[in-house]
Nanobody, 115 residues
Framework: QVQLVESGGGLVQPGGSLRLSCAAS????????MNWYRQAPGTQRELVAV???????NYSNSVKGRFTISRDNGQDAVYLEMNSLRREDTAVYCC?????????WGQGTQVTVSA
């Protein structure tokens, strides 16, 4: 059974940093493209960052230069380093793994940026 479990969310002040983790199990992690999405109340889900199975990365304009996605295939994990956080980064962050017709999601972790 495939599982993706996010962790690392929490409350942080504007300008602060957080590092999210997504631990995968039950899948050949290295073969999957991994994505981080976020969704704030009343908004559409937003694709934040992508890292392909080959390690290529891409970011939404809203986080480019502040967030960094990385993966550790030995640990079956993907990470999202978030710096210079803003109030508008407040959302539930979910990781997503995709390969061919397979698409797996975690439950998400809440990130709240507030003074």
């Amino acid at each position: 059974q495939v599982q993706l479990v996010e962790s690392g969310g929490g409350l942080v002040q504007p300008g602060g940093s957080l590092r999210l983790s997504c631990a995968a199990s039950g899948m050949i992690f290295s073969l999957y493209d991994m994505n981080w999405y976020r969704q704030a109340p009343g908004t559409q889900r937003e694709l934040v960052a992508v890292i392909t199975s080959r390690g290529f990365t891409n970011y939404s304009n809203s986080v480019k230069g502040r967030f960094t996605i990385s993966r550790d295939n030995g640990q079956d994990a993907v990470y999202l380093e978030m710096n210079s956080l803003r109030r508008e980064d407040t959302a539930v962050y979910c990781c997503d793994g995709r390969r061919q017709n397979n698409d797996y999601w975690g439950q998400g972790t809440q990130v709240t940026v507030s003074a």
